[in-house]
């Protein structure tokens, strides 16, 4: 996929079941930014994809405590760090940096951030941008790649798609 790609999605399920066919595509060295307003379905969304990915445990939103790490484990592949941010309350720059959170952006892990615009000014610039907005009782998903390694990444999610909804 070289250009955006929107989806309408009916309700939390169909955000969850978005979020599972994420997963497959998750590949280390990825930054995803995850836009929308309050109750747009980020978290859930990112619920979905860990659940993809095959973590069992409870997915709780990072609100207060900025970022959630989650550790990976596929099959004989390296365990995939994955880091869920949310910067809604963030407001202290000098934060990041003591808290060593750019470290976090490395060739192999995934980072998801919620509310990037807070930060914009320190954060790498994304692989992927996801917009989520209401629409009506759903929500309407756009999926921009910025990378060529977004871009091989989302070939392998428009596969995946096409083969769900035949």
């Not at 939390?12 to 930014?33: D, Q, R, S, V």
């Not at 880091?83 to 490395?106: P, V």
């Not at 954060?123 to 990378?147: F, M, N």
Request: glycine residues 8%; negative net charge; proline residues 5%.
């Amino acid at each position: 996929m070289d250009k955006d790609f929107t989806l309408d999605l009916t309700d939390e399920a169909a955000t969850l079941a978005l979020g599972n066919h994420l997963a497959g595509i998750m590949a280390p060295n990825l930054t995803i930014y995850l836009h929308g307003d309050l109750g747009a379905g980020k978290t859930t969304l990112v619920r979905g994809l860990l659940h993809g990915l095959g973590f069992v445990g409870r997915v709780k939103s990072p609100t207060y405590t900025i970022v959630e790490p989650y550790e990976i484990t596929r099959g004989g592949d390296p365990p995939l760090n994955l880091y869920h941010f949310d910067l809604y309350r963030f407001n202290d720059e000098d934060e990041w940096e003591s808290a060593g959170f750019r470290d976090y952006f490395n060739a192999r892990s995934v980072c998801l951030i919620e509310w990037p615009e807070k930060a914009a000014h320190i954060l790498p610039v994304p692989d992927i941008d996801i917009q989520l907005a209401l629409s009506g009782s759903g929500r309407r998903v756009t999926i921009s790649p910025h990378t060529a390694h977004a871009k091989k990444c989302l070939q392998k999610f428009n596969a995946n798609l096409f083969k769900v909804t035949q």
